[in-house]
């Protein structure tokens, strides 16, 4: 699911802020996120598509149901606000059901399914470009600016990504593209209390990120008595819930910022359980999002 709150760039500096990736850039990381999780899938045969992933119940064919799926409704919701609106209905009266449905009204066979993802990529692509950029887009949420709109699938699409390539045993190497996801993260932090009924903990938490190339990924205030350190893509698995901290080399410096990487999520929707230590290859209860 994607955030309930809109996303600014991530700065540089203390209280600089970047103008951010242009609709042009953000839709080029889209596609190509996308593209990779593609060249994944492709050569599966039938019994590889069926394979489980680490969100329980979910197979392979159903992660990337459920991309194509969304990517539908995104273009939907772009173009058509009216005929949007019982989806969101939907998912209000009965969000279970919804989750469980949605995964059977795209194609079933592998071949059938690419194709229909890519048509509906393009229709979202289509909008995103004819759209107002001004536009605020009706989502499962409240409405959202474009951008961040876009950005949100570009995370969506590299978590269920993560998932197929964690069923596969693949290692995906990190990109550029993890900015997008951390900066996410970084975002919906006060989002991560308000979906588990709690007060958020308003503790200024400095964020210090290696990216793929070496270079550092900063986000927060620089005189933030508490901080996490370590990898973007590290920083990316946990805040989207792929995995737990405990299994990574990321740096909880203080309370907060420990407790910010337990219940982080950088998108919304239940926080469900998990996800559990790993313990045979597999993160276990990890819950699945929209």
């Not at 996120?33 to 069926?50: G, I, M, Q, S, Y």
């Not at 194609?107 to 229709?123: H, I, N, Q, V």
Request: charged content about 25%.
């Amino acid at each position: 699911m994607t955030p309930t709150h809109d996303a600014a760039a991530p700065t540089g500096s203390p209280g600089q802020a970047s103008p951010g990736p242009s609709i042009t850039e953000l839709l080029d990381d889209l596609s190509a996120e996308r593209f990779d999780l593609c060249a994944l899938v492709e050569p599966l045969d039938d019994a590889t598509f069926a394979t489980p992933t680490p969100a329980p119940g979910w197979t392979i064919r159903d992660q990337v149901a459920h991309l194509a799926f969304f990517d539908g409704m995104a273009a939907l919701a772009i173009t058509d606000p009216d005929s949007f609106r019982p989806e969101q209905q939907a998912v209000d009266d009965d969000e279970p059901a919804y989750q469980r449905e949605h995964l059977f009204r795209v194609p079933a066979a592998k071949a059938e399914l690419l194709s229909y993802w890519t048509g509906a990529a393009d229709r979202l692509a289509a909008a995103v470009v004819a759209a107002d950029p001004a536009v605020r887009v009706p989502w499962y949420g409240p409405a959202m600016a474009l951008r961040s709109f876009v950005t949100a699938r570009i995370m969506e699409t590299w978590a269920h990504g993560q998932d197929v390539a964690d069923a596969l045993g693949a290692r995906r190497p990190p990109t550029e593209r993890l900015r997008h996801v951390a900066m996410l993260a970084v975002r919906a932090r006060p989002f991560s209390y308000h979906v588990r009924e709690l007060e958020p903990n308003t503790t200024a938490v400095r964020v210090e990120l290696t990216g793929p190339a070496g270079d550092t990924w900063t986000f927060g205030p620089a005189d933030a008595d508490e901080m996490v350190t370590g990898s973007a893509e590290e920083f990316c698995l946990v805040l989207t819930r792929r995995r737990h901290v405990d299994d990574t080399a990321l740096r909880a410096s203080g309370p907060a910022a420990r407790e910010w990487l337990l219940i982080g999520q950088a998108y919304a929707g239940s926080p469900g359980d998990g996800p559990m230590r790993r313990t045979d290859g597999h993160a276990t209860g990890l819950e699945v999002d929209r």
